[in-house]
């Protein structure tokens, strides 16, 4: 879930594969061999898929989330009372655990609680903990891949979900930090411990390349367990550390409460509008003066937070590059309403600005840098929303407020759509890779 604005079967028996390989050495061909290829279509807040769950199983939508962490499914378990009239909304997809004869409660974990999640705004995100039977179907090649168990959280609201969310759970995605225990770890991860799925796990979307055929007619691709190496050249692959920094939780958009460290993270160490570099210190962010809400994180570099979801919509750029790249395009203010998470063009705080259409190649390159060591480049067509509002360009560049909104922002689709990603969960490395160009030239 991106924490903070408002965003949520065939059996066989388990595949008994030896992890192995390294990172990229699994092709789609390897299906079976330790590694799941799971196109996945849209819901509201980003990609989302099925599992089974449970026996007999039960079908479960999850929302992908790469910021989240254990798989979270909603059931009718309300705070004591179970019941599906009073706890599920109509039309919620949810797991019914009491309906599972393979579901074991587990009470060696006690409640989570945590508040400033977007599923339950306004009320606390109360979970306990069970543990089941859960399987994967693969739509590119019908393969399946079933765990006898995982452990899973699950919801124990004080009430019914405040809105109906058009996903029944997420699946989460981050990394274990050292010394993490289970509530933390993510359904891949677990059956990667249990032999189930290799560590490294591969992910590019198809929405902004020629065609969907590399994600199987779907918009994203996730592979668990392995990477497609016919879309990347693995020589071009660089591997970012995940920053576990304590200022990931010092800006608006993670503030989760308790604070929690773990997220695919790398440092953002520059931002380049042309051959114009912008700083990223908070010391020359416009509004800096020096009582930001985490002076201690004032000093370090900022910190890019991979989300898939729709709250990673936004080219992120400092206040100073946003005003630039505004008088370079000759944008005008279009609109100014503006929701981040539910728009397909995520200003963030500013309006949403137009551009002349017939302009736009003539418009700036944008270079991402990352750990010094990499770039990823947004040519205009990429930062440029034509689908918001068919026959409007849009920009789709969001200004982010080092002094205000802390070390950390996000980095989603916008800037990833011609990239491929690596997510180790052995190493807690972050793999990035050019797709090969003959998938959008
Ligand atoms: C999940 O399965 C249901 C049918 O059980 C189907 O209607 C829905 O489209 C599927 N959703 C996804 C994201 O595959
Ligand atoms: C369970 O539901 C009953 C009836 O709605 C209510 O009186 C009771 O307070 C609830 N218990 C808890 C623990 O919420
Ligand atoms: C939900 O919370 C109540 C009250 O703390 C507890 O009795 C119950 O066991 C919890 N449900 C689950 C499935 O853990
Ligand atoms: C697992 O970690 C959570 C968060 O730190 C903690 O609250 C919980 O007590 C831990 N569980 C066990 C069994 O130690
Ligand atoms: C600047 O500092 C003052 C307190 O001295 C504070 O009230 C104000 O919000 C700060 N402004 C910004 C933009 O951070
Ligand atoms: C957006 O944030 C900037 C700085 O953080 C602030 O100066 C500006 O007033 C904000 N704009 C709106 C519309 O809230
Ligand atoms: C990224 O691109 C910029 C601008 O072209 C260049 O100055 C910088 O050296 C590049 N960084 C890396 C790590 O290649």
């Known amino acids: 879930m991106s924490v903070s604005t408002l965003t949520l079967a065939l059996l066989a028996s388990a595949v008994a594969a030896v992890p192995h390989g390294s990172p990229g050495t699994w092709n789609r061909n390897a299906a079976g061999c330790g590694e799941i290829i799971l196109p996945m279509d849209d819901s509201v807040h980003g990609a989302a898929f099925n599992i089974s769950l449970g026996t007999p199983p039960q079908t479960v939508t999850l929302l992908a989330d790469w910021t989240w962490q254990i798989t979270w499914v909603d059931t009718p378990d309300c705070y004591g009372n179970y019941s599906v009239a009073n706890c599920i909304p109509k039309g919620q997809n949810f797991f019914n655990d009491q309906a599972s004869t393979s579901f074991v409660d587990d009470k060696s974990q006690q409640t989570q609680e945590f508040l400033g999640t977007d599923y339950t705004p306004g009320m606390e995100f109360r979970n306990d903990f069970g543990a089941d039977k859960l ?156 009582t930001t809400a985490d002076p201690e994180c004032d000093g370090i570099d900022a910190i890019a937070v991979w989300d898939q979801d729709k709250f990673g919509y936004g080219a992120a750029m400092p206040f100073s590059a946003f005003d630039t790249l505004v008088s370079l395009t000759d944008a005008h203010i279009a609109y100014n309403n503006n929701t981040p998470g539910l728009f397909a063009v995520n200003s963030g705080n500013a309006s949403v600005w137009a551009v002349d259409c017939s302009k736009v190649s003539t418009f700036p390159t944008l270079t991402y840098e990352f750990s010094h060591l990499q770039n990823i480049t947004v040519v205009p067509a990429m930062y440029i929303d034509t689908s918001m509002y068919p026959g409007q360009c849009l920009l789709n560049a969001r200004p982010w407020d080092r002094a205000i909104e802390g070390a950390q922002t996000f980095f989603g689709l916008t800037i990833l759509s011609r990239t491929h990603l690596e997510f180790n969960f052995e190493t807690n490395m972050i793999g990035i890779s050019p797709l090969n160009s003959n998938l959008y030239e």
């Open 135 to 290: 399987c994967f179907h693969s739509d590119a090649n019908n393969a399946d891949l079933c765990s006898n168990s995982v452990e899973i959280s699950v919801s124990n609201f004080t009430s019914e979900l405040p809105v109906i969310f058009d996903v029944g759970g997420v699946f989460g995605f981050a990394p274990v930090a050292p010394g993490y225990n289970d509530t933390f770890m993510p359904t891949a991860y677990q059956m990667w411990k249990q032999g189930l799925l290799g560590p490294n796990n591969g992910w590019h979307m198809c929405g902004g390349l020629k065609d969907l055929s590399t994600c199987y007619g779907k918009k994203y691709l996730t592979i668990l367990g392995g990477t497609d190496t016919t879309v990347y050249d693995t020589g071009k692959t660089h591997h970012h550390p995940t920053s576990f920094s304590k200022c990931l939780n010092s800006g608006p958009h993670l503030t989760l409460s308790p604070p929690r460290y773990n997220y695919w993270s790398t440092e953002w160490t520059n931002f380049f509008i042309g051959q114009e570099s912008f700083s990223l210190r908070a010391k020359d962010s416009l509004s800096y003066n020096a």
